[in-house]
């Protein structure tokens, strides 16, 4: 991917502010939304997918065991909601977590492997939508919306399925926000993106659309002075993953500078976490 190396907090700052600013009056606010990635050489890639081998053959296999047995945390009426609490509490889906705020995108950034490069991505989500096929697009347009809900989505895909058949042979990338169904929720500002094809990953997307993103490499030094400016903000675990976990959390930090490396695998740390 193309992105850009950072000196500073103000040189990232200003950079998101500018790539935030819109060209017109469609919307009064950024139509951006960001991952953040506490390694470079982590990869967008879904939970789904790291199962590796067949792995699209398992999805439905997963969610419908998902459902059996968390009948009782039943979410919402549409499968898009059954799919945010699986990705809400770890179960492999083809999600991927973004957030409206780039401060919650990067203190995921910056909470863990302070002596590894980190990275910030952006995606337009109002670009993203307008190579939606027609059907969806039409759903976002009568409602005025630059996202979709879980049950705008189900209007024009009820399933997976219809969401696969939809895209055909050019696949697609969509966002929509997750109902409340914690703190966790609202306090990250979160929102997920779904391709209609569980094979297709976001690198492929984001190669075949370079004018619909932005990413920056945030070098260890610069990961070091973010990660200050955050806490003193108060953008911290504590916040961000209400409860004791996130209490954990920010006091194993915080009393470790330096030596924090959550995320082992490939992926690292996400926002569902």
Not at 131 to 153: C, H, Y
Request: hydrophobic content about 40%; glycine content about 8%; overall charge negative.
């Amino acid at each position: 991917m193309d992105v850009v190396t950072v000196s500073s907090w103000r040189e990232l700052d200003d950079a998101i502010s500018e790539a935030g600013r819109g060209d017109g009056p469609a919307h009064a606010h950024s139509t951006l939304v960001f991952r953040g990635l506490a390694r470079s050489t982590y990869s967008h890639v879904s939970g789904l997918a790291r199962l590796k081998g067949d792995y699209a053959a398992l999805e439905s296999h997963l969610i419908r065991n998902f459902r059996k047995y968390a009948h009782r945390q039943e979410p919402g009426p549409t499968i898009w909601d059954w799919l945010a609490l699986g990705q809400h509490h770890g179960l492999p889906t083809r999600l991927l977590d973004w957030t409206f705020s780039p401060l919650v995108a990067l203190h995921f950034a910056t909470a863990s492997w302070p002596e590894q490069d980190a990275v910030l991505l952006a995606v337009d989500c109002a670009g993203a939508h307008r190579l939606l096929p027609q059907p969806a697009r039409r759903v976002l347009e009568e409602e005025g919306a630059l996202l979709f809900t879980t049950e705008m989505l189900a209007t024009c895909a009820p399933d997976l399925g219809c969401l696969d058949r939809l895209g055909g042979e050019e696949p697609f990338l969509t966002f929509f926000e997750p109902p409340s169904l914690d703190e966790r929720v609202v306090n990250q500002s979160s929102v997920l993106s779904a391709f209609s094809d569980p094979t297709y990953q976001l690198e492929q997307w984001l190669d075949e659309h370079p004018g619909l993103w932005r990413g920056w490499t945030i070098p260890a030094e610069v990961k070091a002075e973010i990660r200050q400016r955050l806490d003193q903000a108060n953008i911290t675990e504590r916040v961000l993953l209400p409860g004791l976990d996130g209490l954990a959390d920010w006091l194993r930090r915080y009393y470790s500078p330096g030596a924090i490396r959550y995320g082992e695998g490939d992926g690292g740390a996400t926002m569902a976490e």
